[in-house]
């Protein structure tokens, strides 16, 4: 198993209740099995959704630091206590 810490900058934080949670997933794991983990919490899927539809800018993902495109979730592994951020670009708020 492989546990991903998530964290989320606004408005995200805000429909979660957290900053940040944890989400344990099979190993090997990518970005896409995360956010099907995050669409778990309470708020999550529809505040993450109404960015991803174009109702807004959409969130830019950050794996340990590095800038991923969202076409890249599907694609990008990650590992046991890797970082998961998730911020709109105009957002910010993660520390």
Same mark, same amino acid.
């Given at each position: ?9 606004? &408005? ?15 190993? &090997?794991?990518? #970005? ?9 919490? &309470? ?5 993450? $959704? ?15 630091? $590095?800038?991923? &495109? ?15 951020? #998730?911020?709109?670009? #105009? ?5």
């Amino acid at each position: 198993m492989a546990t991903v810490r998530v964290k989320m900058g606004e &408005p995200l934080w805000r429909a979660v209740g957290e900053r940040e949670v944890s989400v344990t997933c099979p190993d &090997p794991a990518t #970005i896409a099995d995360v956010l099907v983990r995050l669409a778990e919490q &309470p708020g999550f899927q529809a505040a993450y $959704e109404a960015h991803a539809t174009g109702q807004g800018p959409e969130y830019v993902l950050f794996l340990n630091d $590095e800038a991923l &495109p969202s076409t890249a979730a599907a694609i990008t592994s990650c590992a046991d206590g890797d970082t998961l951020r #998730i911020i709109l670009p #105009i957002a910010g708020g993660l520390d």
